[in-house]
């Protein structure tokens, strides 16, 4: 049960986004009316084979990626969201961003410490029968279809639904969705600790506080009490939670979630596409590639035997994992947070500073070969580097705790599909035979 006190902290989250919206449903209907039929670009054949990537198809509030300035948290860049929002220490707190993403206002420290409480609560919350299903899958099963798994078998508690079958007013949908994405946030670590437990360790889950915040608990119950590794993880869970609405895990839930599935169900659809090798698997490779190297060149490598091995890798046909990027042309401020992580925390580790030296050499050596629009790293490049550091090896893992991060961004984002009534998700497909019609009568006329 969530205490009185944590009620009424609920009721003024509630009512602070109660607040926001009227005005953006206004500006959303003024839209529609006064500019609806205007055309965003053009779309190509080439944009419809190719995964519909560039096309200007979707409506996120929640953040936008920025060429030049990396994501935008509703505004806000990397940077100045390390400044303003509250902190533990000195990284945000994964709690001040989802405030953020709500209400697109960042949070007082007291109503930071009241979300951290609350999420601290709830995630004690966990049913029975979730537990029972997760303990009993098999070990050798991967880690991210536990996760899913796990989320599923949430949905039997989501208030959405009992709302839903009561008859609430669409305008409402929103208060219930909400509900649950708190409920979902707050429980998902404690499935992805008893998960890596399980896996990996003695099925044990480490002590949880109250009294700390969620990726401090979530470190504790995964059995890492180095402080240092909780930053991490309030660093890593910022820095992963969203990334616009057009990635595969980001998209498939608002595309779930727009037939009014409940965040539950939504999100685990989202986990299923983060668990392919194209989305979820990218810091996986570049640890590899990482550790490839150091096997070839030594702890400590120059930069000319570096050199070396990278343009040996181009030569084979091979890219460097972890560097260039679809819409950054700058160096992603992710990367560069990690890496300043790494020489406050770690400034001799070996790994780290190979890491380091790949961002010397690699965008001097893709310039020179014309191989990348964008040569810099991005946030994959480093990631892995720090995790192995703290003595978390197990790479399939990984994917897990990217999925634990992104639950804050695309909760939110379900949230305000619900609260602008946004509409189930239906565009037009077209056959080959189709596509081959139009080129052929453009041709003729």
């Not at 509630?14 to 005005?23: G, L």
């Not at 999420?119 to 279809?145: C, D």
């Not at 669409?170 to 409920?183: A, F, G, I, M």
């Not at 890593?236 to 965040?263: F, K, Q, R």
């Amino acid at each position: 049960m969530i205490s009185a006190t944590l009620k009424r902290s609920i009721s003024a989250l509630k009512q602070r986004f109660a607040d926001v919206i009227p005005e953006t449903r206004e500006r959303l209907a003024r839209l529609r009316k006064e500019h609806g039929n205007k055309v965003l670009g053009p779309i190509t054949i080439e944009q419809v084979i190719g995964g519909m990537r560039g096309i200007k198809g979707l409506m996120t509030e929640t953040s936008k990626l920025d060429a030049f300035k990396g994501i935008k948290f509703r505004g806000l860049t990397l940077p100045e969201c390390q400044v303003r929002l509250p902190s533990a220490k000195r990284e945000p707190l994964p709690e001040a961003m989802f405030y953020l993403l709500i209400t697109g206002e960042v949070p007082s420290n007291s109503d930071c410490d009241i979300l951290v409480r609350e999420i601290a609560e709830r995630s004690e919350t966990i049913p029975e029968h979730t537990v029972r299903i997760v303990n009993s899958l098999p070990q050798h099963m991967h880690p991210m279809n536990q996760l899913s798994i796990g989320v599923l078998s949430l949905q039997t508690e989501s208030k959405f639904v009992r709302a839903y079958n009561a008859g609430v007013k669409k305008e409402n949908y929103w208060e219930y969705v909400l509900e649950d994405s708190l409920d979902l946030i707050a429980r998902i670590p404690r499935i992805a600790a008893m998960i890596y437990r399980n896996t990996y360790k003695d099925r044990r889950l480490g002590p949880t506080d109250p009294s700390l915040d969620l990726s401090a608990n979530f470190s504790k119950m995964m059995g890492f009490e180095n402080e240092h590794f909780w930053e991490l993880m309030r660093l890593y869970l910022t820095i992963h939670c969203d990334h616009e609405g057009g990635n595969v895990s980001a998209h498939a839930t608002h595309l779930v979630g727009s037939a009014l599935s409940d965040p539950y169900l939504a999100y685990s659809a989202g986990l299923n596409g983060l668990a392919g090798p194209l989305h979820g698997l990218a810091n996986q490779e570049c640890l590899k590639f990482l550790l490839k190297l150091q096997e070839k060149t030594g702890q400590n490598p120059t930069e000319e035997v570096v050199e070396k091995f990278v343009k040996e890798i181009l030569a084979s046909g091979q890219v460097i994992p972890g560097y260039g990027h679809a819409v950054l042309r700058v160096t992603d401020p992710r990367f560069v947070c990690q890496m300043e992580f790494a020489k406050r925390v770690m400034p001799k580790d070996p790994l780290c500073k190979l890491v380091a030296t790949l961002y010397k050499v690699v965008p001097r050596v893709l310039k020179e070969a014309g191989k990348a629009a964008n040569p810099y790293p991005n946030v994959d490049a480093h990631s892995g580097a720090l995790l192995v550091y703290f003595g978390m090896r197990e790479f399939d893992f990984y994917t897990v705790l990217f999925g634990v991060s992104r639950a804050i961004g695309v909760s939110a984002g379900l949230v305000w599909s619900r609260a602008l009534g946004l509409p189930i998700e239906r565009p037009n497909s077209l056959t080959m035979a189709n596509i081959e019609e139009y080129v052929s009568k453009s041709t003729l006329a």
